[in-house]
């Protein structure tokens, strides 16, 4: 037996004291294939021997005790790896984003409301048109009932109310003088004695007015100028009356005129026979004048002067009559101007008077055709009432007529039909008779909390929805053709054909190019909408569903999205349905037996109506029950861990 030490490895290369640099406390002893652990000396760091007598006998190398050391890299290696992986995750959660979904729960809708159908008049039921869950078309019928208003009674109804309004039709054209109806309508009208007479009336005090009228016109005519034609028309007798008063007066103001003109030139002649004698008169006194002086100093014969006075006696008495025969023929004339007047006057009171009579004619006439006329107005509002009545009793029996069949509101898929064929249908029950599921598309419809409606509305104020974009659907021959961030473009997504290829671009809310992809892959199906979309108008619901279509297939969804779990359909093995957060309700809606919480209604659209099961698509159905996570925002990892922390110090704070 070896006295020396045996090496302590394998490889026969002697161990350091500790063991190649590792501070292990012990080593270990295979022996016979068993493990014993042995203590290294304490300042050699070799291993104790047994004592000498202990020894034991030779072994093959099979039966050699081995010592085994750990080595000290794993160890580091580990630790390394710890901290790495523990810094790496502190960094990362500093770093890096997670989105923050917002939890939710309801159920799938249709985007209308479900119609309940109700029977507008009762009845009994005559036939059910309709099965359990067969789908229906936008006024198709669904019950027939046995009729209760016979076509008779609105036919009658409906007599009545032509008859009536060409009553109507009558008083109206008798009233503005238009077209009046055709004997034959005129015979089935059965107009009331009483109005028939007033229409008479009516119609012959028309013609009275336009008597007077022209009568009126002609007397005008008369005052203004005196000789005109003889008056033709129907009052004829009455204005030859007045035409042989007025003519007459005519004659005598012809008289007197005459007359007036007569005395005028006499006055004329007088007037310079006075001038004559005037001046004869003054010759004579001027020659009486001159003689006189002779005469007294004896030149011509006292004789002389005397015959000379006496011819300028002569001249004075002349001159005297002279203006006597003036002053009476100024006193005839004003006679006759006195007459002339009078007569003027009197044929002026004859027309006046004239006038005065046919006006109080025509007053009269106007008087009584006003009480006339308001008359047949209140026949016409009392028949206006009695036509509003009957068309009120029309809708009643058309109503009650045409609702012997109970047709689909809307188009959807009939369900809780209630009545049975012979059946009594109530029409003052609250319950339908039955319901019909709108055929429109579904919509998640789910509850928010108090406490997470805020982060929905900022995110939904935040992000333009997918209807808020404009859809410009173009060719163009290269990508530089397209709209730039430049063009000041805002919320709008570029469909571009290039090359047999489509192109899309987005612009977000700030004008901002956000995506832009070439050649990208579409569908078949999307491919040959959009061909046929090309050139064309699109309004705005079809715009919205390319613009869907579009951004799903390359990936990136507009608006706030959701995901929505329908519990029917386990998430883990079929997965989830996109969607978008279209409307937030104003106000909470209050506790109720369902939700004892008040929550906020929402209605979430989704991005398709059918789920994959097993490869093949699966249709949606209304009533089906989802989870819904709204995606709000994106927080970093860590402040998932302090909100955690800090809610932990709240709670201590409320102990």
Not at 445 to 458: P, S, Y
Request: aromatic share 6%; no cysteine.
């Amino acid at each position: 037996m070896n006295d020396n030490p045996r090496p302590n490895s394998t490889n026969g290369q002697p161990n350091s004291p500790n063991g190649n640099g590792s501070n292990m406390g012990a080593k270990l002893a295979v022996a016979g294939g068993g493990v014993a652990l042995q203590p290294p000396n304490a300042e050699t760091g070799m291993e104790k021997r047994p004592p000498a007598g202990n020894e034991m006998a030779p072994q093959n190398a099979f039966d050699q005790p081995i010592i085994l050391q750990q080595p000290s890299y794993w160890s580091r290696a580990i630790m390394l790896t710890i901290m790495g992986v523990t810094s790496f995750s502190l960094l990362a959660a500093f770093i890096f984003k997670i989105e923050e979904a917002v939890p939710a729960t309801g159920k799938l809708e249709p985007e209308g409301a479900v119609q309940e159908v109700q029977a507008p008049a009762g009845g009994v039921v005559q036939d059910i048109l309709v099965e359990e869950g067969e789908r229906v078309r936008e006024g198709e019928s669904l019950i027939r009932l046995n009729p209760e208003v016979s076509e008779a009674e609105l036919n009658s109804l409906r007599t009545i109310q032509a008859s009536t309004g060409l009553e109507n039709e009558f008083y109206t054209a008798e009233l503005y003088n238009q077209e009046l109806p055709t004997p034959e309508e005129l015979a089935a009208l059965q107009i009331p004695p009483y109005y028939a007479n007033l229409t008479l009336e009516l119609r012959e005090l028309k013609q009275r007015e336009v008597i007077f009228n022209n009568y009126m016109g002609y007397l005008d005519q008369l005052a203004l100028q005196p000789v005109i034609p003889a008056y033709s028309g129907p009052l004829q007798e009455l204005a030859r009356a007045v035409w042989e008063q007025y003519s007459q007066v005519e004659q005598q103001i012809r008289g007197s005129a005459l007359q007036l003109q007569q005395v005028a030139q006499r006055i004329g002649i007088e007037e310079q026979r006075i001038q004559i004698s005037q001046e004869s008169q003054q010759i004579e006194e001027d020659i009486v004048s001159s003689i006189t002086p002779l005469v007294e100093q004896g030149a011509l014969a006292q004789i002389q002067l005397q015959r000379q006075q006496s011819e300028l006696l002569t001249r004075q008495n002349e001159l005297g009559a002279r203006y006597s025969e003036l002053e009476n023929l100024v006193q005839q004339r004003a006679a006759l101007t006195a007459e002339l007047r009078a007569a003027q006057d009197q044929q002026e009171g004859i027309v006046a008077t004239a006038r005065a009579d046919a006006r109080s004619q025509l007053n009269n006439i106007i008087d009584r055709k006003q009480q006339i006329t308001s008359d047949i107005n209140n026949r016409i509002i009392a028949n206006n009432n009695r036509l509003a009545e009957l068309e009120a009793q029309i809708e009643q029996a058309q109503t009650q007529f045409e609702y012997q069949e109970i047709r689909s509101p809307i188009d959807g898929v009939v369900f809780d039909v209630q009545p049975q064929v012979q059946g009594v249908i109530n029409p003052n029950s609250p319950e339908p008779v039955l319901k019909v599921v709108p055929g429109d598309a579904l919509v998640a419809k789910v509850f928010l909390t108090n406490q997470d409606v805020g982060f929905v509305l900022k995110a939904m104020e935040e992000t333009t929805p997918l209807s808020g974009y404009d859809l410009q659907l173009m060719s163009a021959e290269s990508a530089s053709d397209l709209p730039t961030a430049e063009s000041d473009l805002k919320d709008l997504v570029v469909v571009a054909k290039i090359d047999n290829f489509y192109h899309v671009r987005i612009f977000d809310r700030m004008g901002e190019k956000v995506f832009d992809q070439g050649r990208v892959s579409l569908s078949s199906s999307l491919t040959e909408e959009l061909d046929l979309a090309l050139d064309r108008a699109l309004d705005g619901e079809v715009a919205t569903q390319l613009i869907r279509k579009v951004t799903t297939a390359v990936e990136y969804p507009l608006g706030v999205r959701v995901d929505v779990r329908i519990d029917s359909f386990p998430f883990n093995e079929f997965k989830d349905v996109k969607g978008e957060v279209v409307w937030v309700g104003d106000d909470a809606l209050p506790p109720d037996e369902v939700y004892n919480f008040f929550r906020f209604p929402a209605e979430i659209l989704l991005d398709q109506q059918f789920i994959a099961v097993e490869g093949a698509p699966v249709q949606l159905q209304s009533g089906m029950s989802v989870n819904v996570n709204i995606k709000t925002r994106k927080r970093r990892i860590i402040a998932f861990f302090t909100e955690l922390f800090v809610r932990r110090i709240e709670k201590v704070r409320e102990l």
